[in-house]
């Protein structure tokens, strides 16, 4: 695997001794999962992106701050510590030491992340942290512009993409799986109005990179998928 990569971000070389493999996507094609198995699988760290977006939406949520406001959003990032753990082999995520992995789990978060993610402030702080945890060693990194702002410099980048009728599905697996009530049409719709807002948003909007490889994963397994990262992987 190839180290010693130099990036560049505003203007200036940064030095990174880490390997990185990006993953792009809208939601409900399966990134987190196939992320977590290739990390597994290559023993490498697992970074949810997305779960650090939804845990800034929890708390604003729970301290009544409106997610599409901008300053009064901002004015809150300075309380929000945001932790990755990961224990007994899965990755916990923390707001100011308390475990919220399964309270960010909800349709209602998911959309949630979309309005706070689309805030300068919050994606300079997120950004940043992400960059900083990527910045050594070996990751594996999933999102929305993971391959174009976070990690412009990650040796590997993949855009993985399904059905939208498909990612209905998923999402109402999940959904269900955690006692969560919710319908086709209501998930469906709620999707769709994700990736507008996730791709015409006017800072680090969904994008797929020119050198990603795009995975259409619709009817594919997540072993096939795994699998088919791993192979265009050097040295993996």
């Known amino acids: 695997m190839r180290r010693g990569t130099y990036r560049n971000m505003g203007g200036k070389n940064h030095m990174t001794t880490g390997f990185a493999v990006a993953i792009d996507g809208p939601g409900?094609?399966?990134?987190?999962?196939?992320?977590?198995?290739?990390?597994?699988?290559?023993?490498?760290?697992?970074?949810?992106?997305?779960?650090?977006?939804?845990?800034?939406?929890?708390?604003?949520?729970?301290?009544?701050?409106?997610?599409?406001?901008?300053?009064?959003?901002?004015?809150?990032?300075?309380?929000?510590?945001?932790?990755?753990?990961?224990?007994?082999?899965?990755?916990?995520?923390?707001?100011?030491?308390?475990?919220?992995?399964d309270d960010i789990r909800t349709q209602e978060m998911s959309a949630g992340a979309s309005y706070v993610a689309a805030h300068p402030a919050v994606r300079e702080k997120l950004v940043k942290l992400q960059q900083q945890l990527a910045a050594t060693g070996r990751v594996i990194m999933d999102g929305r512009d993971i391959a174009s702002q976070v990690l412009p410099w990650a040796q590997v980048k993949i855009y993985l993409d399904a059905d939208i009728d498909i990612r209905t599905k998923r999402r109402l697996l999940d959904l269900e799986a955690k006692g969560l009530p919710a319908d086709f049409a209501t998930v469906r719709k709620e999707t769709i109005d994700r990736d507008e807002r996730d791709k015409n948003r006017p800072i680090s909007p969904l994008v797929r990179t020119p050198d990603a490889v795009c995975i259409d994963s619709s009817y594919l397994t997540p072993d096939e998928i795994t699998n088919t990262i791993i192979s265009l992987i050097p040295q993996a």
């Open 28 to 101: 409900g094609v399966g990134k987190s999962t196939i992320a977590r198995m290739v990390a597994e699988r290559l023993g490498i760290t697992y970074i949810d992106t997305g779960a650090m977006y939804r845990a800034v939406a929890l708390y604003c949520t729970e301290k009544g701050v409106p997610l599409k406001d901008a300053t009064a959003v901002e004015k809150l990032l300075g309380d929000i510590n945001i932790g990755l753990r990961n224990e007994n082999g899965l990755q916990r995520v923390y707001i100011n030491d308390r475990d919220v992995t």
